[in-house]
């Protein structure tokens, strides 16, 4: 049941990675939230990351993203460095982050046109993607909204709106339907695995549901805190339902030690 | 029927609109009020009548010699806030990037905030020579700390998350202060304006004794040369009128600016 990497070089690479907040004398002493961590993920994946809340799952986003260093480890995204070689990886990489983080100082549309314009394109064609994708998420007629005015999970949509509008090739989803009602957590699921598919995008999927972890990703990773990986389980097609209910009891017994 | 209620609804905004008027000018009229009844049981040098200031108000306003004189005071207030401005926001983004011109500048600057204007002026007129350059001299050094200062604070408080947001998407430096920086920083830089623009009103009429042959500081100095209450009252409120006007125009760039922000029900 272990995963085999579609393409030769993975797209992103943790090598014995760990992460340590803190310092020995500060009064809450050391804490080791990702320890020696090994991981590949092929280009085209789409992995679902599940763990319990506080088990490291944004840090090694983090680190992905390049917002942070390793304490120890490497890295690797695409063979470069996120963190020392940052502004490569320009138009590369999207994210959604866990909140909806959106400008309030910009409007629904003006938000979901900030990616856009690192890349210089067009304000006509900005617009015009923008509006799209807001359309796309069912928040046509809120464009011009200022992010108060909006509900959570609309706040929540228009920031996926936002790294879905510059197509990057590697997509970071920190719990991004956790805001969000079931059924419009559903459906978004269901367009998000579809683009990714589609256009043979990496996805990186945080989240604390075994369902959404099962209903998403061709493989799911779990880990335990201080972040180790517990199981990396490869679903492909031809997990049967049954072999599909004895890998979610395998996990939940897992996650609930 | 709606048409009573509406006519109805408009005498009520006329109401409320009346009663804004009242709220904002209730202070000063209690103040001219106090001064007013003062006035009639002391001789007119130690309080003139209110009548008197308001003609000498109107001959400063009316007389182009007179006004320029106020004109020339605001422009030594604006030109020592832009120049204290320009330099605390080098200083504050230095102080901001670098530990070590932290651990540096911070100190120099609280101890120049301990200096009083009036030290300045004596240090400019030692070391200078043009009077215009002593005045700008002495604005800008006495309020250059708190510049510096609430731009540091500005700067610190930028939202970390927002700022990690903005950052994932690689921007250019210029574009990162332009979306990032700038917009955040916005409201506690006219906040700063607001508080130094207080303080410079304070300041210049100090720094105008270093020798102005005009301005409103050295007309100060003339009315008490002569004795004339009146006329030192009348000088003192364009001084007044102007800081009252010039916050007015930051209220409006506010009020433009922050339109984004989100108004609760509950008052604080
Ligand atoms: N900047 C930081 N400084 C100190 N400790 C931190 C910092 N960031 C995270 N931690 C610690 O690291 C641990 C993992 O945090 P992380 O945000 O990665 O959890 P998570 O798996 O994303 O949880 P959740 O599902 O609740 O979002 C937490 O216990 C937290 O206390
Ligand atoms: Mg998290």
Redesign the pocket.
Do not use: W, Y
């Given at each position: 049941m272990t995963s085999k990497d579609q393409a030769s070089a993975p797209e992103i690479r943790f090598d014995r990675v760990s992460?340590v907040?803190?310092s020995p004398d500060a009064p809450?002493g050391v804490?080791r939230?990702?320890d020696d961590l090994s991981l590949d993920i092929g280009r085209g994946q789409l992995v679902a990351l599940l763990?319990?809340?506080?088990?490291?799952?944004?840090?090694?986003?983090?680190m992905i993203a390049g917002l942070?260093e390793p304490s120890e480890g490497t890295v690797l995204v695409s063979g470069q460095n996120p963190f020392r070689n940052f502004d490569w990886f320009r138009g590369k990489i999207a994210i959604v982050f866990?909140n909806d983080r959106l400008l309030p100082w910009r409007t629904a549309i003006q938000n979901v046109e900030l990616g856009l314009e690192m890349l210089d394109i067009p304000k006509a064609e900005r617009r015009d993607t923008a509006k799209q994708w807001l359309s796309k998420l069912g928040l046509a007629g809120h464009e011009d909204d200022y992010p108060h005015a909006l509900s959570g999970g609309m706040r929540q949509r228009v920031s996926i709106a936002r790294a879905f509008a510059t197509n990057a090739e590697l997509l970071l989803c920190?719990?991004p339907f956790s805001a969000l009602d079931e059924i419009t957590a559903q459906k978004l699921r269901t367009e998000f695995a579809r683009l990714v598919r589609e256009n043979g995008k990496t996805a990186v999927f945080?989240t604390?549901s075994i369902n959404e972890a099962f209903d998403i990703g061709d493989r799911i990773v779990v880990?335990k805190?201080?972040?180790r990986i517990a199981h990396d389980i490869a679903m492909s097609a031809d997990v049967d339902l049954e072999e599909r209910e004895k890998i979610r009891e395998t996990i939940r017994a897992s996650l609930s030690q | 029927m709606a048409a009573t209620s509406e006519s109805g609804l408009e005498s009520w905004r006329l109401v409320g609109f009346g009663r804004r008027i009242l709220m904002g000018v209730a202070p000063f009229a209690a103040i001219a009020a106090v001064w007013q009844f003062a006035s009639l049981f002391f001789p007119g040098y130690l309080f003139p009548s209110l009548v008197d200031v308001f003609w000498r108000c109107l001959a400063i306003l009316t007389d182009w010699s007179a006004f320029s004189d106020v004109l020339a005071t605001a422009g030594r207030i604006l030109a020592g806030l832009a120049g204290a401005f320009v330099f605390g926001c080098l200083l504050g983004f230095l102080i901001v990037q670098s530990r070590l011109a932290d651990r540096f500048l911070s100190p120099v600057l609280i101890f120049f905030q301990g200096i009083p204007a009036l030290s300045w002026v004596v240090f400019a007129i030692i070391w200078f020579h043009g009077v215009e350059f002593r005045i700008l001299f002495i604005m800008v050094v006495t309020t250059l700390p708190a510049f510096t200062f609430q731009v540091v604070g500005a700067l610190r408080a930028m939202p970390k998350d927002l700022l990690e947001m903005v950052m994932s998407f690689r921007p250019s430096r210029l574009k990162f202060f332009r979306m990032m920086v700038l917009p955040s920083v916005l409201p506690e830089i006219l906040t700063a304006w607001k508080v130094n623009l207080g303080n410079a009103s304070r300041v210049v009429v100090v720094a105008e004794l270093v020798g102005a042959s005009g301005g409103v500081g050295y007309q100060l100095l003339q009315q008490q040369q002569l004795f004339d209450m009146a006329g030192a009252l009348a000088w003192t409120l364009q001084l007044v009128f102007f800081v009252l006007l010039f916050q007015w125009v930051l209220t409006l760039i506010e009020t433009f600016a922050f339109r984004y922000r989100a108004v609760s029900e509950r008052a604080l």
């Open positions: 992460k907040f803190g809450s804490f939230a990702v763990g319990k809340t506080g088990c490291g799952k944004s840090t090694m986003f983090n942070s866990q920190d719990e945080i604390h880990l805190r201080p972040a | -």
